[in-house]
């Protein structure tokens, strides 16, 4: 929930454990504790989407055991193989950074990646000021107090054998298979050429000569499971995306979604009953979908949490809901 500067500080000296989510002043404020943080202005809660930098968005956590870790370059790969047997990881990675590089190209090649509950999300800061040499995306290990731009904080918590960890996604959006399939010779966060039915051509010529609407993700087939890529923009030829493309995986525009509140509701009618313990859902979905003001699963379950620059569900991913049950 949305709660002040104040009011964080006092939690934390309580010894509370948490994860906190706002803008990266008000982070560096927060005295040492049982808590990590990361940068992002943007939240949906109880009463909608909303934009702060002057409240924090706080979950707390009841584990009795939990350790909290920072990684770097030379350790991200073992972030699984580190976590708990029966429980689950909440990592936060700062965006544009070269460990966000590093996790998007190669998590899934991680040891024990897919043995282990992963979640987490990229922090950013308000898009009206990315860029801002005094604004830069952050994440904050709470026990050291130690702020980074170039590492990522992960809180690994524990639960009891009793207990089940369920990950989950709520992805409104569906491959319209229909259209030719899409591949690309190069893996990254851009490109400039593409091959349409095998045919090479400039992706932004395809984009533009079939009126793709950027507001949807290309849906690359990865087993059978589609995993969104949002485009980001496109700059002298070349497109930016939100979330890597990979060799040898087909790709589909995806199917419109005319409205992007009534879509995520009619997708939480299906949990209506979850108590989600934590939830994180991607920027592309609350801009493009106007979600600011508005509220979402309030009649069936309500998944709040920050609004992010990438999800994380063992891999990295876009323009996608990511929530966590324990039953």
Known sequence: MMKTLDEVSFLIKEGRLLHVAGNGSLLRQLPKGNWIGGSTEYFMTEEGGVVSDSLLFVTEFDNDNFTI??????????VATEAYNNGFTVLIIPLDSELHMEYARNSPQYESMYLKDIVGWVSGVN????????HFPIVVNGITGKVYSDRAVALHLEVPESQNV?????????????????EFDQEGFTATTCRVD??????DDYITQNNLDMKLPIIGNFFGHGINVDIRSIENGEVRFGAPVFTGVKYYRAKDVPDYEAAFNASLMECKNVQAVFSCNCLSNF????????KLGVKHGVLLGPVVFGEITYQLLSQTLVYVTVE
Do not use: H, T, W
């Open 287 to 294: 801009m493009r979908g106007g979600l600011e003001g508005k």
């Open 69 to 78: 870790c920072d990684y770097g370059m030379n350790n991200i790969s073992q």
């Open 166 to 182: 369920s990950v989950n996604i709520i992805n409104i959006f569906s491959p319209d298979e229909n259209a030719p399939p899409i």
């Open 198 to 203: 095998g045919k090479e051509m400039m992706f």
């Open 127 to 134: 898009i009206k000021i990315l860029g801002q040499s005094n």
